[in-house]
């Protein structure tokens, strides 16, 4: 069974999807009657409130991608952070390694519960998102208020400040995030064909100075950024959003660029 925010999918041993739950609408979508009882026994435990069971409705484009999209190829399960988990988890990585990595982790982790949290306002939310030769956009959100390709900056405690090409935390050396935003945006334009705004989330400093001068990078901050989003003039329907979602999730989308 996978998660995917709002519904949870079982699949077969070989990826293919038999049927979903979805919380919202408090149905059991069933894909082949063969599967019925075994998929309503995996996800029993997960059912809440009234809910009902069938046959899913007539699928819309974007639903006849995603279920034939495979899961190694499907980017909705990653989890904030998913390429520093790994490596602490799993890496070689020396202390020193590990003690510098684990602020940054927790930095993404914290923005991205934030972001995930916005689901209920109409957004989407993917982590971790693979930019081939350019790290990983860190969390990239569709809603109404557009796209957002978001870097996180982990304040660490101390002052940040923002400028028009770099950032610096303390005392630190600079570090090109500014322009790191950009370039992913600018591809994260190209892959999804529609405009991208990039965005700095700044966690854990205990003050921000950005400069005046720049404007075409978004910056957000842990307790305001759910504000800010929200308050952005709509750009998208839903249809949009759950197409340019179906869209981001494939990996083979990215890999392309």
Known sequence: MLPDRGRLWVNLPDGRSVAWYDREAGRVSVLSA??????????????SGAWTVGPPAVP????????????????????????????????????????????????????GAELDALEGAGWRVLHAVPLPGAGRVDHLLIGPGGVWCVRTVAGRRQRVQVGDLLVTVG???????????????????????????????????????????????????????????????????????????TTARNLRTWTAV
């Open 34 to 47: 063969v599967h019925r009882d075994a998929a309503l026994a995996v996800l029993r435990p997960y059912l």
């Open 60 to 111: 819309s484009a974007a639903d006849l991608v995603r279920l034939s999209l495979h899961p190694d190829d499907d980017l909705a399960p990653n989890r904030p952070g998913e390429a520093l988990l790994g490596e602490l988890e799993h890496g070689a990585a020396g202390a020193r390694t590990r003690h510098r990595l684990r602020p940054d982790l927790l930095a993404q982790e914290r923005v």
């Open 171 to 245: 005392r630190a050396a600079p570090r090109p995030d500014v322009r790191w935003a950009r370039r992913a945006a600018e591809r994260a334009t190209h892959a999804l064909v529609t405009a991208v705004t990039p965005a700095l989330a700044v966690s854990d400093a205990t003050r921000l100075d950005v400069a005046p001068s720049l404007r075409d990078v978004e910056i957000l901050e842990p307790g305001t950024a759910a504000a800010r989003l929200t308050r952005a003039p709509a750009t998208l329907k839903p249809s949009d959003v759950d197409t340019l979602y």
